[in-house]
């Protein structure tokens, strides 16, 4: 308590719960994804983004099944 | 197709995985994949090693990040059989490639599928049946938030930043969804599992699938 520490996680953590009520106004059937506290509260979102999100994309090639509903010739 | 599917009903699917403070999420999708693959074809369920995936995969950049298609790339040309976990565990931390001899090994992967199912999630469900769970790519950032329940807003397409395994689907409800292995623990989400609706690449679920061959 009344460390810098504690102030940081307090701010994160006060700035997660506005987020949930945010996230949670689209939640309009009861199958519905929640948002509230969890672990990862107390994390801010650029700490969030660099410890647990650490994956990177390479473009796919488009499943050959698509039907475009074009025809040539 | 079956109006719902779930590889964890065959027993083929390893328990959800912490990966902890290191963003090692694309190792364990395509390990994920591997694991489950190997049991498919009959083999005894067995955990392998996500840090050998970490350290050795040396186009990737171990818990700093990684693509799932440059890790299976990695595994295919390099013949290198994985490991049990139990034999390299897991750290949550980049280290040195450790080698082994290849009748050490478990498994190596003879070759992997990397498509974009964005509009065709409907073959992407035919893919899963026939091939087994699929490692994929996703949008994750509101994800630090999600407690549970079907996720049908709050992230993107063509944004992705997270790797997952996906292990089934169920459209016999209102809201059709994909079931999807998270390693971010079981107190995370549904005992570690995310749903995510199908039908409208949901973030990004449909952007880059791979499959992966034994």
């Known amino acids: 308590a009344n460390s810098e520490e504690f102030d940081l996680r307090h701010l994160c953590f006060q700035n997660a719960t506005k987020r949930h009520a945010y996230l949670n106004s689209f939640s309009t059937v009861a199958q519905s994804a929640k948002y509230g506290i969890n672990q990862f509260s107390d994390f801010s979102q650029e700490e969030f983004r660099d410890l647990y999100l650490g994956a990177s994309a390479d473009r796919a090639l488009l499943f050959p099944g698509l039907k475009t509903g074009k025809t040539e010739g | 197709l079956p109006a719902k599917f779930d590889w964890r009903d065959k027993a083929v699917v390893a328990p959800v995985q912490n990966q902890q403070a290191c963003g090692s999420c694309w190792a364990f999708s395509v390990v ?59 750290k949550a931390k980049t280290g040195i490639c450790h080698f082994f001899s290849q009748s050490h090994g478990v498994v190596a992967v003879k070759n992997f599928t990397a ?84 039908g409208s690449n949901v973030c990004g679920i449909a952007d880059s699938v791979a499959a992966v061959f034994l």
């Open chain 2, 32 to 90: 994920g994949a591997v694991q489950s693959v190997h049991a498919i074809d009959g083999s005894q369920l067995v955990e392998l090693s996500v840090q050998q995936v970490v350290d050795c995969s040396f186009q990737n950049e171990g818990c700093n990040g990684g693509s799932p298609v440059q890790a299976l790339k990695w595994l295919k040309q390099s013949k290198m059989k994985l490991v049990p976990q139990s034999e390299y565990p897991y």
């Open chain 2, 115 to 198: 498509y974009d199912f964005s509009g065709q999630e409907e073959a992407m469900m035919g893919h899963l049946v026939e091939h087994g769970p699929l490692a994929a790519i996703v949008d994750a950032v509101s994800w630090q938030d999600y407690l549970g329940g079907i996720i049908q807003h709050h992230c993107s397409s063509q944004r992705s930043n997270h790797a997952v395994l996906v292990v089934g689907y169920n459209t016999t409800g209102d809201i059709p969804y994909w079931i999807v292995q998270n390693s971010w623990g079981t107190t995370w989400g549904n005992e570690g599992y995310v749903y995510i609706k199908i």
